[in-house]
């Protein structure tokens, strides 16, 4: 049974919400997430609130707001970025556009106060922010405690009322405080005793799946990767193997060698299916019409196979590997902007889940909690440890455009004319790439927060010709194009598996993009990031012999031109390139 939770996070619609959720859980606090209009005497069993960070403004008319009571209620309140102007707008404060936002690294000074909340945290110290938007005013009875240089009110407090506020995020790694913070938060303001243990985890998950399949038997569309293959294995031990069947579907987008390690294990089949997915995706090159594109294809498929099995019959479900930053990126909270959709939350799959079809074990989880899972249900370290990789593959990392365009010269560096997604302060971004002759982080982050108009920096580490003889050229997703970019990614994982530098990052993604010459017509970006759950992360660092040798393997392939290395944190980058 789960015990009635002590902290409840408002959904106000962040990037973040579930990560604060889950941040309390690990305290061994039972935490439990509701929309932010929940009333407040739904929640007044709960020890203390916490305001979500959202992507609105609280002047926008149909922004998310919270029931005024909770600030009455006695419960301690903590308002987390968007939480905290709208615990200032609400209370008779002010709220103002910045005139430059604040993404990414930043310090806090804070207050040496005898505030429990900020109980031996005083000082300057690394925060991570998100925001246009900022505090000027704070209500009545409020005090500032802590500031940045471009964000004056970037912690607040009014503790006879136990109402806080703070303009950065807590709940991400890189705020380097953050869980003592929230440490105090739950022990020291909200008085909770620890009733929650992870271990418990297991078997709860399998009384969930027991539970929703009824007597139902599960397939899966497996891809290879830690996701499905957990959720596939934690399957198999719930309902019995004999109740749980996988199918691989090789859509032509795997990385080099996939698909072999995939048929080796038992209870899977492998469907060939490349050359429909290339008819499929013929002309297309907006990164949202791939996914949906893919996604289409992957219900046509599946839906075939289904058949050619006999398993459209009722007694079957489809099991699938979707984890919580799937949920929350496109949409699946109730607020949050839609960033991408996930090939698993296309139309197709959205009837099966309407008919109850659809078993998500792992949809509440965070990756580093499903390794654990798959730790616990005695999977290889070997699988496990992998780094992410998306379901639509390959083609998502292999950019492409409709028109030719030129390389644009600046004081800065080359705007390139590429496209790509990104997220800033909890919006979805879509634009070009500044590129800059020198592979400094600190310049990248700086000019990211300065200019406009452009979602990534990235650093030019060799090429074949200088840029400004490069152009971007009109091109769609191809065979040729895959294998160059397969061949690419299979390099770079081999070299930095014999250096062990894949042990080092979280996640490396290699990126296909269409700038060059006519003879060598596309370039290839690296994109080393590390990272704890893919909701935020930073470009890495890696030693400058691994380059070279990566940058000269690459640049002896036919068809590349430029070796590129971005430099972009998530946000404002994403971590993928689409
Ligand atoms: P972004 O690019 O949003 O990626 O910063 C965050 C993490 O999610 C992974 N990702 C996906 N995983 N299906 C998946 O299973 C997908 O469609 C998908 N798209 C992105 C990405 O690789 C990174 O680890």
């Known amino acids: ?39 407040a005497g739904e929640i007044s069993a709960a020890r ?6 959202g992507p609105s403004s609280v002047y926008d008319p149909a922004s998310p707001t919270v029931d005024p009571a909770i600030f009455t209620s006695g419960q301690p309140v903590l308002g987390i970025c968007y939480g905290q102007q709208l615990m200032a707008h609400l209370l008779g404060g002010t709220v103002t556009k910045g005139d430059r936002g604040e993404y990414g690294l930043a310090t806090l000074d804070l207050d040496l106060t005898a505030d429990p909340l900020f109980a031996g945290l005083g000082g300057p110290q690394q925060i991570w922010m998100s925001h246009r938007d900022v505090v000027t005013e704070v209500p009545q009875g409020f005090s500032v405690v802590g500031r940045t240089a471009t964000c004056a009110v970037a912690a607040v407090a ?68 830690v996701d499905s ?9 719930a309902l019995g193997e004999e109740r749980v069947r996988g199918v691989y579907v090789d859509t032509g987008f795997m990385r080099a060698g996939e698909t072999e390690f995939v048929a080796r294990m038992p209870g899977i089949t492998v469907e060939h299916a490349g050359q429909r997915f290339f008819r499929a995706l013929a002309g297309i090159t907006d990164p949202e019409q791939k996914r949906h594109a893919i996604g289409e294809e992957f219900v046509l498929v599946q839906e075939e196979v289904i058949e050619a099995r006999r398993l459209l019959d009722e007694e079957w479900i489809l099991g699938q590997g979707t984890i919580y930053p799937d949920t929350i990126e496109s949409g699946g909270t109730a607020k949050s902007s839609v960033i991408k959709t996930h090939h698993n939350r296309v139309a197709g799959i959205r009837k099966l889940l309407a008919a109850g079809r659809v078993l998500e074990p792992l949809k509440s989880l965070y990756k580093d909690e499903v390794r654990a899972v798959g730790r616990e249900l005695g999977l290889p370290a070997e699988l496990l440890d992998r780094h992410p990789f998306p379901g639509p593959g390959l083609a998502i990392r292999c950019l492409c455009c409709d028109t030719d365009a030129p390389v644009l010269e600046t004081a800065d560096g080359w705007i390139i004319p590429v496209h790509s997604v990104g997220v800033q302060g909890d919006e979805r971004s879509y634009a070009p790439v500044l590129a800059i002759d020198r592979l400094d982080h600190r310049a990248g982050t700086e000019l ?3 200019l406009r108009g452009v979602n990534r920096v990235m650093a030019i580490v060799d090429s074949h010709q200088p840029i400004r003889a490069m152009q971007v050229q009109a091109c769609a997703l191809v065979p040729e194009r895959i294998e ?45 990031v590390e990272s704890v759950d893919g909701m935020t992360a930073q470009s890495a660092l890696m030693p400058a012999s691994l380059l070279t040798e990566i940058s000269s393997e690459l640049l002896a392939q036919p068809g590349i031109c430029a070796i590129f290395y971005d430099l972009t944190h998530k946000p404002p980058g994403t971590i993928e390139w689409e």
């Open 484 to 528: 160059r970019l397969r061949t690419a990614d299979a390099i770079v994982r081999r070299l930095c598996q014999r250096s062990g530098y894949d042990q080092q990052v979280w996640q490396f993604p290699v990126i296909l993009i269409p700038l060059g010459t006519i003879d060598r017509p596309d370039s290839i970006v690296l994109r080393p």
């Open 448 to 450: 990211i927060n300065r």
């Open 158 to 225: 009014a503790p006879e009322r136990k109402l806080y506020g703070v303009q950065f995020h807590p709940e991400v790694v890189h705020t380097s405080r953050g869980r003592d913070l929230l440490h105090n938060f739950l022990f020291r303001i909200c008085g909770c005793t620890p009733d929650w243990d992870p271990s418990h985890r297991l078997p709860l998950l399998e009384q969930e799946i027991r539970d929703y399949a009824g007597g139902r038997k599960v397939f899966f569309f497996v891809s290879g990767g």
């Open 1 to 39: 049974m789960r015990p009635s939770p002590q902290i409840i996070v408002l959904d106000a619609g962040g990037q973040y919400c579930h990560l604060i959720a889950r941040k309390v859980r690990e305290f061994g606090i039972y935490a439990e997430i509701r929309p932010s209009e929940t009333y």
């Open 229 to 237: 293959t957990v959720a596939f294995a934690l399957c198999q031990r």
């Open 48 to 53: 203390g609130l916490i305001i979500s960070g």
